[in-house]
Structure formats: structure tokens, C-alpha cells
């Protein structure tokens, strides 16, 4: 999936980011504190043995004397791992000492081979004591007197306390950290919308301009988006000169031209009858291959225009008037739907598109023809992404077959030699929808006339 969305795509980085972020800061801080934690759990076993060597002495009876009292309760507790044990080592013959939580069980010692003594001549090592309790043993072993008699001392702390610990700050830094981690999104987000409102600002412009509605981008811009509104503008005036100037070539064309073929239409009258007809028929066809051809250039010129825009509805109602002048005696209805409809087409291409429509109709027609023109789906094989008007002229007259309809398209042909005309006027609404790379079929209607389908791009109404 492609996010298009500039806003988007940086919200969505922001937060993965600050999702990474914090996961990786939060297994830091947990390994760094569990670290501190047992650190500070091996540094009190250590503080709590040399309470108990201090606590300890050799009685009068040649035998291990002494009460350690270490202020806390849990050695006078039975069964919570928490322990002292003092036991002679050698020839010293004594009853060994233990705290009262021990009871009558005791901790295994490994061997010095499994857990040596460091440089300070004491050892930790995890174990199990005889409850189940996961316990860390601090051992070393002393001298007691000038006599060498020595005794092994041993204080075991309950290592349910560390992990307990642990778990009770990490619960409490991923709440905070997810607190942090939603509130920085928040602010992020709000800070990215405030931070692009220019482009934002840029794109509405530029909106304006799409729908004709400003000729150029206006308003204040920062810095970094200035330089696109400058070069926007230059592009935009220069699209209008380019369009201008054509204009002004195709009309100093046609008007160089119509002189000459007016000559020569005129000339033909003096000629013999069949020389006459001959100059004349060719005159008329140079004329129709040259308007045709003007008019491509033209369209071309503008086609892709930010500037080309024409309201629907009012066009079509001055044609419709214009028609109803012409044949009284016929009715023609007009349909728009919905209101404010616009085509991305010059005013006179579309008069001249819908007006040869509603000509062909009003010659056939017997009494009636119909107008409409609503949005529609882009036509197949075009850009889906520009909006679509279709437009239907639709007469009572007697229609056309399918090999006349193929037929009428042609330039300069006419199905009917007793209605007045040139035979362009198809050809003409083929090749104007066709520049406006819209499309046209003609097909007979639901009242056996024929009926003219338009599709023409219309002025996109909102901005992507």
C-alpha cells in the first residue's frame, strides 16, 4: 500500500519511531535497573555476613557462641528463605548455629571447584532451600581465634524479593512510558499538522486555480514553500501567454485564409457551370479542412489550461433559447443536475460541441428534443482521477441505423440531401471531444430518434 499523504507518511514515521523508541528505552532501563537491583541484593547478603562474623565468637565451652540480630524479621520467619547458617570447619568440634527461620533443614554447599571463592574469599550462588524458595547464599569461610579454629558462615536471601522488585518498576516505567509515548504522539501530531498547514495552505491555492476561481496562488508562504508559489505563478502566466499567443496566431490564420477562399467561392460563380461546381465543392472543403484544422491547433493550445473552465447550465440554457428562436414550432427541454456544473473546455468549443448537437436534433426532430447534462464515471481507458459530465441530446425523429450512424460520423457527409447543411457538424463534435480526450456515441433513443451521448472532463472539484 503507497500512502500518497504527505501528513500521513510523517505521522506514520513519527510514531514508528517513537514506538521504537520507547520499546528500546524501556528494555534499557529494565536491564539497567535489574542490574542495580541484584547489585544491591548481593551487596546486602554481603553487608548481613559480615553482621553475622561479627555477631560470633568462641565460648568458654570451646563452642560457637553468639545471637546475630540483624533487624530484620524474616530470619526469625520460618520458611522465607531468608537465612544465616555458621558451621566449624576441620578439627573444630562444635554444634553449628543457624537462625531460627531454618528450622531443623539445612542448604546444600556446593563444591569450591563449582563455585570458587573470588578475591575477597567469599562466593554467591544461586540455590533452593528445602521450602522451594529460590535463594542467593553469600558464603566465606573465617578464622576465630590464634588457635586456627575456622567455621564456614553462610546468609541466604530470598531472591523472589529482586524479581518482585524488578516487575513493580517495570509495570511502573511502561505505564509512565506509554503516558509519555501517547502524550509526545499527540504533541507530534499536532506539531507535523501546524508544521505542514503551508503545504496545506499551497494546495488550496492551487485548488482555486484548478477551478478558476483565482489566476494565480495567493496568500503568504513560508520560506521553504515560497520558492514553489514564484515558480507555480511563472509557470501559470506562462501557460497563459502560450495560450494567448495561440489564440492570436490561429485568428491572424483564419482571417489571412478567409479572404482568399472567399475569392475564390466568389470567382466560381463567373466559371461555367461545371468548373463552377468543381472550384466551388473544393473551395468549401478547403474551408472546412482549414477551420477544422485551426480548431485543432487551438484546442490543443489550451487543452491542458488551468484557465479552460465553463459553467454548464448557463451555456446550455442561451443555446436552448437560441434554438427555441429559431423552430418555434418545436419544444426543447433542458435538464442540469446537480447546479454548478463546469466543464475543463473553452466556451466555444463547447457552444460549438453542443450547439451542432442541438442543430442535427432540431433538423430531425419531428417535435421535441431533450437536453441533459449530469456528472458521470470516467469512460473507460481515460484518467480516473478527472471528474466527468456527460451530456445527451436526444430527438423524436426518425433515428438513424447502425451502418447510418457509422456513416454520419464521416467528415462532409450527409445522410439526408433535402435538410439544409454541410455535413461537418458530427465530425466537427467528433474531433472537439476527441482533443478533449472525452468521447461521443450516437445511438438510437427511447423514442426511436437519435441519441447523442457526450463525455467531457470537468473542472476537478476537489483536490487531492
Given at each position: 500500500m503507497i500512502i500518497r499523504s504527505v501528513t500521513a507518511r510523517v505521522l506514520l514515521l513519527a510514531t514508528l519511531w517513537s514506538a521504537v523508541a520507547l520499546v528500546v528505552i524501556s528494555l534499557v532501563i529494565t536491564a539497567l535497573y535489574r542490574q542495580s537491583a541484584e547489585r544491591a541484593f548481593t551487596d546486602l547478603l554481603r553487608a548481613q555476613l559480615y553482621n553475622v562474623i561479627n555477631s560470633v565468637a568462641i565460648g568458654d565451652d570451646?563452642?560457637?557462641?553468639?545471637?546475630?540480630?540483624?533487624?530484620?524479621l524474616r530470619f526469625s520467619q520460618p520458611e522465607t528463605g531468608w537465612y544465616w547458617i555458621i558451621e566449624p570447619l576441620g578439627t573444630f568440634a562444635s554444634q553449628p548455629l543457624s537462625s531460627s527461620s531454618l528450622g531443623a533443614s539445612n542448604i546444600a554447599v556446593p563444591t569450591i571447584l563449582k563455585v570458587p571463592?573470588?578475591?575477597?574469599?567469599?562466593?554467591?550462588?544461586?540455590?533452593?532451600?528445602?521450602?522451594?524458595?529460590?535463594?542467593?547464599?553469600?558464603?566465606?569461610?573465617?578464622?576465630?581465634?590464634?588457635?586456627?579454629?575456622?567455621?564456614?558462615?553462610?546468609?541466604?536471601?530470598?531472591?523472589?524479593?529482586?524479581?518482585?522488585?524488578i516487575a513493580a518498576f517495570t509495570r511502573s516505567l511502561y505505564i509512565a512510558l506509554v503516558i509519555f509515548g501517547v502524550c509526545s504522539l499527540i504533541v507530534n501530531g499536532f506539531a507535523i499538522l501546524f508544521g505542514l498547514r503551508p503545504l496545506d495552505q499551497a494546495r488550496r491555492a492551487l485548488e482555486k486555480v484548478r477551478r478558476g476561481q483565482a489566476e494565480r496562488l495567493e496568500g503568504e508562504f513560508p520560506r521553504e514553500i515560497r520558492p514553489l508559489a514564484v515558480e507555480t505563478n511563472a509557470l501559470i502566466e506562462s501557460n497563459r501567454r502560450i495560450v494567448e499567443r495561440a489564440r492570436m496566431q490561429v485568428g491572424n490564420l483564419a482571417h489571412s485564409l478567409k479572404t482568399p477562399i472567399a475569392v475564390l467561392l466568389n470567382e466560381s460563380r463567373l466559371l461555367d457551370k461545371g468548373h463552377s461546381e468543381l472550384v466551388r465543392s473544393q473551395a468549401e472543403a478547403m474551408q472546412g479542412q482549414v477551420q477544422s484544422y485551426l480548431n485543432r491547433a487551438r484546442i490543443a493550445a489550451q487543452r491542458e489550461s488551468l484557465l479552460a473552465r465553463t459553467e454548464v447550465e448557463p451555456v446550455l440554457e442561451r443555446l436552448v433559447r437560441v434554438m427555441r428562436r429559431l423552430n418555434p414550432e418545436k419544444s426543447f427541454?433542458?435538464?442540469?443536475a446537480p447546479g454548478g456544473l463546469a466543464l475543463a473546455m473553452e466556451q466555444q468549443d463547447v457552444e460549438e460541441t453542443i450547439g451542432n448537437l442541438l442543430e442535427n436534433a432540431a433538423r430531425h426532430s419531428q417535435?421535441?428534443?431533450?437536453?441533459?447534462?449530469?456528472?458521470?464515471?470516467?469512460?473507460?481507458?481515460?484518467d480516473s482521477v478527472k471528474t466527468w459530465i456527460e451530456i445527451v441530446v436526444e430527438d423524436d425523429g426518425p433515428g438513424?441505423?447502425?451502418d447510418e450512424i457509422k456513416e454520419a460520423m464521416k467528415r462532409g457527409r450527409r445522410l439526408d440531401e433535402s435538410k439544409p447543411g454541410t455535413g461537418l457538424g458530427l465530425s466537427i463534435v467528433r474531433e472537439i471531444t476527441s482533443e478533449y480526450q472525452g468521447q461521443i456515441a450516437l445511438s438510437r433513443g427511447a423514442r426511436g430518434g437519435l441519441r447523442a451521448r457526450l463525455l467531457l472532463p470537468a473542472v476537478i472539484r476537489d483536490a487531492a
Open positions: 570451646n563452642n560457637l557462641a553468639g545471637s546475630p540480630q540483624l533487624g530484620d571463592f573470588n578475591n575477597r574469599y567469599e562466593r554467591f550462588y544461586p540455590t533452593t532451600d528445602a521450602y522451594g524458595n529460590n535463594v542467593l547464599v553469600a558464603e566465606t569461610e573465617v578464622v576465630l581465634d590464634g588457635e586456627g579454629r575456622a567455621a564456614r558462615f553462610r546468609v541466604s536471601g530470598n531472591l523472589n524479593v529482586v524479581a518482585d522488585d427541454a433542458l435538464s442540469v417535435l421535441a428534443v431533450t437536453l441533459t447534462a449530469t456528472p458521470s464515471e470516467a469512460p473507460e481507458g481515460t438513424l441505423e447502425p
